[in-house]
């Protein structure tokens, strides 16, 4: 089987097993079914914004043109840091970008990933956003009306918690922290019970969420793949978690290469 096409992260669906689907070009490939298979990748060196659809040398922010990147609400830095969401100053990149996605519900949660963390996501994707980081568990545990007010709270429980994951940890499936998150979520309500009624947040009493990624041998070592350093790579898919395919000869990770226009081979 041959497909080629420009990259978009994958798609995720939980279940007993996370399910994943690679978009490539207008290809939407199962990933599951093809777990042990050999497959050879080759980048063509050409990269198009997945904004705009126009050739680029060099993409940012994960596939972005550099005037999309600099212009687009999506791409403004409010968006990985929502405490410093500017749309109440009237200097949103798009206003009624920033009504549509920054003014609705947001969730703060718990997410074991290598470790415990805690972070910011809409509360319509929340799933999404725990598949893409490779959580093995999360709880959503407070509820904004706007990002910009999860974002405060986040950035409040960063001084106890990390916001961040080790993402080479995070493969090799070494969980540094294995403390219960209900009880967490409690003591953290405790801990920061007046910014939770300064912020007008609303307690989120739902239980644990649990994922299994996809793997047929456990992975033993961390070696990234670049594509734009490494054009031809071939390899046995051995798992995937996250936003990483993980073969027995390196991992590569799909978010970092969107717009890229690869060919795929999946060998019998």
């Avoid at 978009?8 to 990933?31: A, D, F, W």
């Avoid at 994960?62 to 600099?70: L, T, V």
Wanted: hydrophobic share 35%; glycine share 8%.
């Amino acid at each position: 089987m041959k497909y080629e096409g420009n990259l978009l992260k994958m798609q995720t669906t939980n279940g007993e097993t996370v399910q994943y689907v690679l978009p490539i070009g207008e290809s939407r490939v199962p990933l599951n079914p093809l777990l042990g298979k050999k497959m050879v990748i080759n980048f063509e060196g050409r990269i198009n914004c997945i904004a705009t659809g126009e050739l680029i040398k060099k993409s940012y922010g994960q596939g972005y043109s550099y005037k999309a990147f600099s212009t687009l609400p999506e791409c403004d830095l409010c968006i990985v840091k929502p405490h410093q969401c500017h749309y109440a100053k009237g200097t949103c990149r798009d206003m009624k970008w920033g009504e549509e996605h920054c003014m609705v519900p947001f969730v703060v949660y718990l997410a074991r990933t290598n470790h415990v963390k805690v972070g910011v996501t809409g509360a319509n994707r929340c799933e999404t956003r725990w598949m893409d980081q490779g959580a093995v568990e999360a709880l959503p545990i407070l509820r904004f009306s706007s990002r910009y007010q999860a974002g405060l709270m986040e950035l409040e429980m960063s001084q106890s918690l990390p916001d961040k994951t080790n993402w080479q940890q995070m493969l090799l499936g070494e969980i540094s922290d294995t403390r219960d998150l209900v009880d967490l979520r409690e003591e953290l309500y405790l801990e920061f019970a007046n910014l939770v009624d300064d912020l007008e947040a609303e307690e989120v009493e739902s239980s644990s969420y649990y994922f299994h990624y996809p793997e047929v041998s456990k992975l033993t070592k961390v070696t990234a793949i670049d594509l734009e350093r490494k054009h031809r790579f071939s390899g046995t898919l051995i798992g995937i978690k996250g936003q990483y395919l993980i073969f027995d000869s390196g991992v590569i990770n799909i978010r970092k290469h969107q717009g890229h226009h690869i060919n795929l081979e999946i060998l019998d």
